[in-house]
C-alpha cells in the first residue's frame, strides 16, 4: 500500500511539500446555492479560465464571483486585479471579508504587458485568482491563459463583451450576465465536463451571499 | 554511514590556487587560445602563471615572456593585477565565510580555513568538502587542497597536491610520515637558515626532523625547531581570522568586451554566487543590489535590483537580472561587471546544504517571487497593494499601500460599491431625471457624509443608490451647497 502512494506521488508529478496540491481539480463553492447546483463539481473550476460576458459595468458582475475571492484571500493566496477599469474599492472588499493584504493591483502600459503579467501571476503557484478586462481576447491568447491557470492551478477570470460569444473558447466555463428585475440572469454558454445549458437568478443586486 | 572519527583538536583546510593571478583575471569569461599573465615590473617580463593550452604547449611558470612567445606566437598576455588579486583573494575569503568563521588568508595564493567544528553542522566531513570544492569551481577557481591537524602541515600538502582529490590527514600520528617529502622551498625558510640548510645536505621536512633537535636548533636557529613543531602540531600556530567588511561590493574583470546577455549572465553569476557565500556566513540576505556594467572610459550602465523581501537566493537573484537585461540596451561593450549589496539585512539561516531542498520555497518566498517579477518588468509603481484609512471621505477612505505589512482595515455599515470611479462624474439630467443610459431611480439613500473641513478638502454630500434601465446600479451623490448638482462615484459591480 505505501509502495503504491509513493509511486502516484512520483509519477503524478503532484509534489507532496506543495500547500497547493489539495488545490488541483479544485471547485471552490460560489456562495450562490443555485449556481453552484448547475456547476460540475459544485462551484468555480480552480485551474481554469471562466469567461464572465457583461453589456455594462456595475450590475452585480464582481458580487458573483466575490465570495469566491475572499475564500481564496483568507487562504493566503493573492487576488491579482489586472489593470482594472475603475479602482477596487478596499472599504467594499473588505465588507465582502477579502483579505485587502492578498489584493495587488497590477497597471501594464499595454495589452501584451498585461497579458504578461496574468500570465505570470497565473502560473506563479502563488494566486488564487488572476482578474483581467479586455473588450477582445482572441482564442489564443485565452488559450495561453488557460495552459497558466492550469500550471499555476488557479483561477484565471476574465470579462469580456458579450460579443466575444460568437467566438471558440478554450476556457472551462462561460457565462453570459444580464441585470433583470429579480436579480442576476447568470446564462451559462459552455461549461466543460457538462452538457447542461440554460440559466440561472440569483438573489437581487444588494444582496450579500 | 559513520563519519571518522578525529581525534585532532583542530582541522585546517588548506586552498591552494595555483593559477590564481589567471584566473582572477579571466574567470569573468571564457578564453578558449592560449593564455599567461605576466608580470613586467622586473626589467625582464616573466610568465607567472600559463593557462592550460599554453601549458601544453610547453610555457611554464617563471619562463621570461619573449621565450614563451617564441613557443606561441599566438600567445594573448595579461598584465598581472596585484591590487586585483588582493580584492579577489578577499571576496573569496568572505565567500568561504559560509563554510567557517576562521578563514586566513595566505596571500597570493590561497586560503586556510579551520574546518573542525564545521563538520557536523555539514553533516559530515565529505559533504562539507564536497561543497567547498564545487563552490570554488562554480566560482571560476582551480584548487588544490589538503586537511591537516596543523595550518602549516595543510598548506604544504595542498601546495604538494597535485591532483583534484583532497588529501586528508585527520589524524596527527600520521602527519610526519606525510609531511616528510615536503621540499625545504615549500617551508619558506628565511635566507641564511635556508643556505644552511642546503649546505648540510638537507632537502625535505623528514630531513630536518631527523636530525636532533638540539643540533639542529644550534646550527639554524630555534626559528627552524618552531617550525616543525608547528607543522607537527605539537605547538601552537594561532592564525588571524580575515574578517570581512560589513559591506560587498566586487568588480570581475571581463577578459574579452561582452555584448550578449548570456556572456554577462555567466559573470554576474560568479560575482552573486561570492555574494550569496557572503550573505550566508552572515546570516543575511539582501533587499537592494546593484549591478554595473562597465563600458570603459567612465561609461557604466547601472542595474538596480530592489527585492520585496530579501533574500539570498542564487536563482533568484539571476532570475530579476536576466529579466532587467533583456530590457536594457546597452551603449557599448562592457569589459567588467561591478556588484554592489546596497541594502542587507538579517535573514534566519536555512540549515547549510538547504540548496538540496531548493524545490521547496516556502510560500511567503513564493508570493514575492510573483511581486519582484512584476516589479522587474513593469516598474516599482505598476504593482501595488490597497488599504482602507479611517476616513470618512469615500475617495479617502482607502489608499494604495506597500504590500509588505497587512494594514488594519475598517469595516462601513453602509453599502459600499466594489467600483470606485477615479474622479466623481458629473451627472446629465433631462427632465428633472438623472440620465446615465436612461433615466436612474433612486433605491437608497440618502447617506449625509460632511467631514474633512479641517484640512481644506472638505465634503458636504448626500449619498444615494440608483438604478438605472439595464440594471446597472450607481453610487451617486448631491453637494449640499448645489443640490442640483449630481454626480456619480462609484459602481455596485
Redesign the interface.
Known amino acids: 500500500m505505501k509502495q503504491s502512494i509513493e509511486a502516484l506521488l512520483r509519477h503524478s508529478g503532484v509534489s507532496p511539500w506543495a500547500a497547493n496540491a489539495r488545490l488541483a481539480d479544485r471547485h471552490l463553492p460560489t456562495g450562490f446555492p443555485a449556481l453552484d447546483e448547475k456547476l460540475p463539481g459544485g462551484g468555480w473550476p480552480m485551474g481554469a479560465v471562466t469567461e464572465i460576458l457583461t453589456g455594462s459595468q456595475g450590475i452585480g458582475e464582481l458580487q458573483l464571483i466575490i465570495w469566491a475571492l475572499a475564500q481564496l484571500s483568507r487562504e493566503g493566496r493573492w487576488l491579482v486585479w489586472v489593470a482594472p477599469p475603475h479602482i477596487p474599492y478596499a472599504p467594499a472588499l473588505t465588507g465582502y471579508g477579502v483579505d485587502l493584504s492578498r489584493v495587488l493591483v497590477v497597471q501594464g502600459r499595454t495589452d501584451a504587458e498585461q497579458r504578461w503579467a496574468a500570465e505570470q501571476a497565473l502560473r506563479s503557484n502563488a494566486c488564487g485568482a488572476v482578474l483581467q478586462w479586455s473588450s477582445s481576447m482572441n482564442t489564443r491568447a485565452l488559450r495561453r491563459l488557460q495552459l497558466a491557470a492550469e500550471h499555476g492551478r488557479a483561477w484565471a477570470v476574465v470579462f469580456l463583451s458579450p460579443r466575444a460569444a460568437h467566438h471558440a473558447s478554450p476556457a472551462g466555463l462561460r457565462l453570459h450576465l444580464a441585470p433583470t428585475r429579480e436579480g442576476l440572469e447568470v446564462k451559462v454558454l459552455k461549461c466543460q465536463g457538462q452538457a447542461w445549458r440554460g440559466a440561472v437568478l440569483i438573489g437581487g443586486g444588494d444582496a450579500r451571499p | 554511514m559513520s563519519a571518522p572519527a578525529i581525534a585532532a583538536r583542530q582541522l585546517w583546510l588548506g586552498v591552494y590556487l595555483p593559477h590564481f593571478p589567471l584566473e582572477t583575471l579571466s574567470r569573468g569569461g571564457a578564453l578558449p587560445g592560449p593564455v599567461v599573465v605576466v608580470d613586467d615590473r622586473r626589467s625582464r617580463a616573466h610568465v607567472v602563471t600559463a593557462s592550460e593550452a599554453a601549458r601544453i604547449e610547453g610555457v611554464q611558470a617563471g619562463m621570461a615572456l619573449s621565450s614563451a612567445l617564441t613557443l606561441i606566437p599566438s600567445l594573448q598576455v595579461l598584465k598581472r593585477d596585484e591590487i586585483g588579486e588582493g580584492a579577489a583573494l578577499d571576496g573569496l575569503a568572505a565567500w568561504a565565510g559560509q563554510f567557517t568563521s576562521l578563514v586566513s588568508l595566505m596571500v597570493g595564493q590561497g586560503l586556510l580555513l579551520e574546518v573542525k567544528g564545521s563538520v557536523r553542522l555539514f553533516r559530515g566531513i565529505d559533504s562539507l568538502l564536497e561543497q567547498v570544492r564545487n563552490g570554488l569551481q562554480a566560482l571560476g577557481y582551480t584548487a588544490r587542497m589538503a586537511i591537516a591537524p596543523s595550518p602549516l602541515g595543510a598548506w604544504w600538502l595542498a601546495q604538494l597536491n597535485t591532483q583534484p582529490r583532497i588529501v586528508m590527514i585527520l589524524d596527527r600520528a600520521a602527519l610526519a610520515k606525510q609531511l616528510d617529502p615536503v621540499p625545504l622551498e615549500l617551508m619558506a625558510l628565511p635566507k641564511t637558515a635556508a643556505a644552511m640548510a642546503q649546505g648540510m645536505g638537507l632537502k625535505c621536512f623528514g630531513d630536518c626532523c631527523r636530525l636532533p633537535r638540539q643540533g639542529l636548533a644550534r646550527r639554524l636557529g630555534t626559528e627552524l625547531v618552531r617550525l616543525l613543531d608547528r607543522a607537527l602540531d605539537r605547538y601552537p600556530d594561532p592564525r588571524i581570522p580575515y574578517s570581512p567588511p560589513p559591506v560587498f561590493e566586487r568588480c570581475l574583470p571581463l577578459p574579452a568586451l561582452v555584448w550578449d546577455m548570456e556572456g554577462l549572465v555567466f559573470a554576474a553569476r560568479r560575482l552573486l554566487l561570492e555574494l550569496v557565500g557572503f550573505l550566508q556566513a552572515r546570516a543575511a540576505g539582501v533587499l537592494c543590489l546593484d549591478i554595473t556594467l562597465m563600458h570603459g572610459n567612465a561609461k557604466y550602465t547601472g542595474i538596480a535590483l530592489e527585492l520585496s523581501v530579501a533574500t539570498r537566493d542564487l536563482h533568484h537573484l539571476l532570475d530579476l537580472l536576466r529579466m532587467r537585461l533583456e530590457r536594457v540596451r546597452l551603449p557599448g561593450a562592457v569589459d567588467a561587471v561591478r556588484c554592489t549589496a546596497r541594502h542587507i539585512v538579517p535573514l534566519d539561516a536555512p540549515p547549510p546544504g538547504a540548496a538540496l531542498f531548493r524545490?521547496?520555497e516556502t510560500?511567503k518566498e513564493?508570493?514575492y517571487?510573483?511581486?519582484e517579477?512584476?516589479r522587474v518588468?513593469?516598474g516599482a509603481?505598476?504593482?501595488?497593494?490597497?488599504?482602507?484609512v479611517a476616513d470618512h471621505r469615500?475617495e479617502r477612505?482607502?489608499?494604495?499601500?506597500a504590500?509588505e505589512k497587512?494594514?488594519p482595515?475598517?469595516?462601513?455599515p453602509l453599502?459600499?460599491?466594489?467600483?470606485?470611479?477615479?474622479q466623481p462624474r458629473m451627472l446629465k439630467q433631462m427632465n428633472e431625471r438623472l440620465q446615465i443610459?436612461g433615466a436612474l431611480e433612486l433605491t437608497?439613500g440618502p447617506e449625509r457624509i460632511e467631514s474633512g473641513w479641517w484640512d481644506g478638502e472638505g465634503v458636504a454630500r448626500d449619498y444615494f443608490?440608483a438604478?438605472n434601465p439595464?440594471?446597472?446600479?450607481?453610487w451617486i451623490f448631491r453637494e449640499r451647497d448645489h443640490p442640483q448638482r449630481w454626480f456619480l462615484h462609484?459602481?455596485?459591480?
Do not use: H, N
Open positions: 524545490a521547496i510560500p513564493r508570493d517571487l510573483l511581486v517579477r512584476l518588468r513593469l509603481g505598476a504593482v501595488q497593494g490597497l488599504c482602507t469615500p477612505a482607502w489608499r494604495y499601500a504590500l497587512p494594514k482595515s475598517f469595516v462601513s453599502p459600499r460599491p466594489l467600483w470606485l470611479l477615479e443610459g437608497a443608490v438604478r439595464d440594471g446597472t446600479r450607481l462609484g459602481l455596485f459591480a
